[in-house]
């Protein structure tokens, strides 16, 4: 059992569509993460949060809006998307941002933007 | 820049070892790691090396680093079936804010 839970599993959208992608961690962490998942390519670090505060930005487009109301909870809003946004989206947590640290991850949102 | 790279695809039989093998090219690299991902799931942390270490075991499974040709292999004794799975290697460095690069992704498959 992970302990980080992700709503929803799955999600279409429209690219004029807005929508959030949830993360929810009962690990008692400090540190959450964004990553996207595409076909063959490595994942990607989108955005890193730590005691609620972001500190990496990975060069996300501005459409992928961030958020971190509390340290175990964190959305991703979506908007204006586009098809080559369509990928799995993972969530993490980790105790802090110390290398040594195991991040669990979540299941993944499976994106599709139509 | 930071570069971690994998095969695709590795396919063996039942029984038999797999060796799963990655080389990254950011020498500062403190921290390797090997996730495994099984389909419809997130990632899960199967094992990992410190940069001063050269082997690792832990049941059946093995990691080999050699630094020199910044190198990293997992090994997987008696591969069973519940083994298919894609792994991916990480690297990340003390002071790096536990940001991790990834591979690609190795799919493995095992075949009764």
């Known amino acids: 059992e992970t302990g980080v839970t992700q709503t929803p599993r799955h999600l279409v959208m429209g690219m004029t569509n807005k929508k959030s992608l949830k993360c929810e961690q009962h690990?008692?962490?400090?540190?959450m993460y964004w990553y996207k998942q595409s076909a063959k390519k490595p994942l990607e670090l989108m955005f890193v949060?730590?005691?609620?505060?972001?500190?990496e930005n990975n060069s996300v487009p501005s459409r992928f809006s961030p958020e971190c109301p509390n340290s175990s909870h964190l959305f991703l809003h979506l908007h204006t998307l586009q098809p080559e946004d369509s990928a799995l989206y993972l969530c993490?947590?980790?105790?802090?941002?110390?290398?040594?640290?195991?991040?669990?991850f979540g299941p993944g949102t499976r994106l599709t933007v139509t | 820049g930071e570069d971690v790279e994998q095969s695709l695809f590795l396919s063996v039989r039942e029984g038999d070892s797999s060796v799963i093998n990655c080389t990254y090219t950011?020498?500062?690299?403190?921290?390797l790691y090997w996730y495994k991902q099984e389909p419809g799931a997130g990632l899960q942390l199967l094992t990992y090396i410190f940069s001063n270490m050269d082997m690792k075991q832990d049941q059946r499974l093995t990691v080999l680093l050699n630094k020199k040709d910044k190198h990293l292999s997992l090994r997987i004794a008696d591969t069973q079936t519940g083994d298919s799975a894609i792994y991916f290697c990480a690297e990340a460095f003390t002071g790096g804010g536990n940001k991790l690069t990834f591979g690609t992704g190795t799919q493995l498959k095992v075949e009764l």
């Open positions: 690990l008692g962490h400090n540190a």
């Open positions: 993490a947590s980790s105790q802090d941002l110390t290398a040594s640290y195991e991040q669990y």
């Open positions: 950011d020498s500062s690299s403190t921290y």
């Open positions: 949060y730590n005691f609620k505060e972001q500190t």
